[in-house]
């Protein structure tokens, strides 16, 4: 895709960087900083120089001097931009109430990505403290640890709350982000918007159809570290179309740190930026200039490699370790279910039957929302027809409309779900999965490097951005030329913003400090085991024990212990078997209810009195000081009796066990 607002002069036509008043930070044309009727040799006279007289009393200089800082920074550039992105922050806020509360309220959503990203902020703010590596912790899943380097640990979100998580708590972080990620959304589509669409006014709201969308604030909500990656999209494309406009090494470092910073959140997220960079730059790599743009792209890239070097060097470290493989027969049925629906991909957002408007609901998405709110939305849907139709003479319209379809097509997946109906054009068996060979995704998912993106209907955050950049070219074209139909268009618009959370989703407390403070007293840093038990991971789809409990890595950042339990974005496949041999492990995962046979052929052990007996010696050797019941069964509790350990305290709900001295 040709970098936006190729209008008027261009690097790849004229040879030279247009000059853009607004971009530069000059007046436009027709501003004049002076007074009507001053000349610049009056300004510059010595006589137009107002004399020194004495300080008024009672108010000293540097009091005169702030406000006039004060004043002169409202007024200026910077003041605009962050008066902006104010007015974002809080709509953001309004539209995704009431998370906002939980600040306050000491609340967080009850899933285990929640408590995740809780520990994820703590870990960071822990390894920074004490300087080791972030990207490899003996926290969870212990006492064997795991390395971190394809888990979503968003480092750089975590260094950046660093004063928050010491001051407040890691929950207040996860909280903070939540909110403000809307607003960051928005400001920073506003931003590239600013080069394409001709007025600021459409620009304001193609920033606001990006970052207040159902999709983006669904995942602001319940998968931050995809709607913190999300922000980086539209910062890509404004550092690719700058690079496009004035070839430089200014403008590759820019871009190289954009992408850097956009690894260093989220790879997911990476993947997107980096296709929308590489839509901006090749065609315009493909020029008799090729050798001098080659040249700032490579700088480009040479700047992202090191700025994103420490999550790179994570990432290499895990794959020599065995952590990267993904078993293709695991993921295989989630290309086919990952996907989204058509026509659904474009229907009304559910955010406004939410709000009681019923009798649209024939017309809204009514897909699941596990994974996001899966729709562009209506009115987006619609009035980036419209952008497209009053920008057609401009090329670059076509090449948004053209990644925004693609991405369309890519979110459906590898089949074509239509309504209840699943068609497979051109079906193959791809490791015992039957797939379409006419689906973008299933050629998508063999490209080098993305075997691992297994849900496919997050690409739908990619096209969001070129329908938001269309729709504000149509909101352009309404302010103009049809005022009055503006104002139910954005009506409309402002009842398919936001999220309120999914209303199955419960909550639960950031802390429990009647349960927790016996173990945080204990400094002996001993191992919590939480029942159930269970090693998690979502790429590949190995785990092992049951679903955990999501406050257990919650108060993990709270007492300071090591936790048993872990759930990581993809589960190394070595440490899932250390897992599984671990005698005290085996045991418990046994009386959870998994085959007997099957753990202690795993374990190496022939007989259950056998690995009862490495059991309780392994909890000794391991120092496993606690166990928390949040689920109790007889089976669960008598082998805890059988390996030591005792009861010890109820709380808040949940059963506490120590071991026996001795």
């Known amino acids: 895709m040709q970098g936006a607002g190729s209008e008027g002069p261009r ?64 007024s200026g550039p910077l003041g605009r931009h962050l008066a902006l992105l104010a007015c974002y922050t809080a709509v953001g806020i309004a539209v995704t109430w009431p998370r906002a509360t939980w600040l306050f309220e000491g609340k967080l959503p009850a899933t285990r990505d929640g408590g995740v990203y809780v520990w994820d902020f703590w870990w960071m703010a822990h390894a920074v403290e004490h300087l080791s590596n972030p990207w490899f912790t003996r926290s969870i899943v212990a006492p064997t640890g795991v390395q971190l380097g394809y888990h979503a640990l968003m480092p750089l979100e975590g260094v950046l709350m660093l004063p928050v998580t010491v001051l407040f708590g890691p929950s207040a972080s996860y909280n903070l982000l939540s909110i403000l990620t809307p607003g960051l959304m928005c400001y920073a589509a506003y931003r590239v918007a600013r080069l394409w669409v001709p007025t600021q006014t459409g620009a304001i709201f193609a920033g606001a159809f990006f970052g207040l969308s159902s999709i983006m604030a669904w995942h602001a909500w319940y998968q931050l570290n995809l709607a913190a990656g999300a922000v980086f999209l539209p910062l890509a494309l404004e550092a690719a179309v700058r690079l496009r406009r004035r070839p430089g090494r200014r403008q590759a470092v820019i871009l190289g740190v954009v992408l850097g910073a956009s690894l260093l959140t989220d790879q997911e997220s990476f993947v997107l930026a980096l296709i929308v960079v590489l839509a901006a730059l090749v065609p315009w790599l493909v020029s008799p200039a090729w050798r001098q743009r080659l040249a700032a792209a490579a700088t480009a890239a040479v700047v992202f490699l090191l700025v994103a070097s420490p999550q790179i060097a994570a990432v290499v470290a895990q794959t020599r370790a065995g952590g990267a493989a993904v078993p293709a027969g695991t993921v295989a049925s989630d290309y086919v279910y990952s996907g989204t629906e058509f026509p659904a991909v474009f229907a009304l957002s559910p955010r406004a039957a939410g709000l009681g408007l019923t009798w649209l609901k024939p017309i809204s998405y009514q897909g699941h929302v596990r994974d996001g709110v899966l729709t562009f939305g209506l009115v987006l849907s619609v009035l980036a027809v419209a952008g497209l139709v009053v920008s057609w003479r401009r090329r670059n319209a076509w090449k948004l409309a053209l990644l925004w379809l693609a991405s369309a097509a890519l979110a459906l997946g590898s089949v074509l779900k239509i309504g209840s109906y699943t068609f497979m054009p051109l079906a193959q068996t791809w490791h015992g999965v039957r797939l379409s060979g006419v689906m973008p995704f299933t050629w998508f998912v063999q490209l080098p490097g993305m075997a691992g993106f297994r849900e496919a209907a997050r690409l739908t955050m990619l096209g969001v951005l070129p329908a938001a950049l269309l729709a504000g070219a149509a909101v352009d074209w309404l302010r103009r030329r049809a005022a009055l139909l503006l104002i139910p268009v954005l009506v409309l618009a ?71 339990v872990g759930y990581l974005s993809r589960l190394p496949g070595p440490t899932l078997m250390t897992v599984r041999r671990n005698p005290f492990y085996a045991g418990l995962l046994i009386a959870q209810g998994q085959p007997r046979g099957l753990a202690e052929s795993v374990a190496g052990y022939h007989s259950y009195p056998a690995l009862v007996a490495a059991a309780r010696a392994a909890a000794r050797r391991m120092d496993v000081g606690w166990v928390i019941v949040w689920q109790s069964s007889p089976d669960v509790l008598r082998y805890l009796a059988v390996t030591g350990f005792h009861f010890a305290y109820v709380a808040d709900g949940a059963r506490v066990y120590r071991l026996a001295p001795g």
């Open 11 to 74: 690097s790849d036509d004229a040879g030279a960087a247009a000059r853009d008043p607004r971009e530069a930070g000059e007046p436009e044309p027709g501003v004049h900083a002076g007074a009507p009727g001053v000349t610049a040799a009056t300004i510059t006279a010595p006589s137009a120089a107002p004399a020194k007289g004495p300080e008024a009393p009672g108010r000293p200089a540097w009091r005169r001097r702030a406000r006039s800082a004060g004043r002169a920074l409202a």
């Open 494 to 564: 402002a009842l398919e913003a936001g999220w309120a959370g999914n209303p199955g989703v419960g909550t639960m407390p950031t802390t429990l400090p009647a349960l927790d403070r016996p173990i945080a007293a204990d400094h002996s840093g001993s191992i919590v085991v939480d029942v159930p038990f269970g090693v998690r991971g979502g790429v590949p789809l190995a785990r092992e024990g049951n679903p955990f409990d999501p406050e257990a890595q919650v108060l993990a950042t709270a007492d300071g212990h090591p936790r048993a």
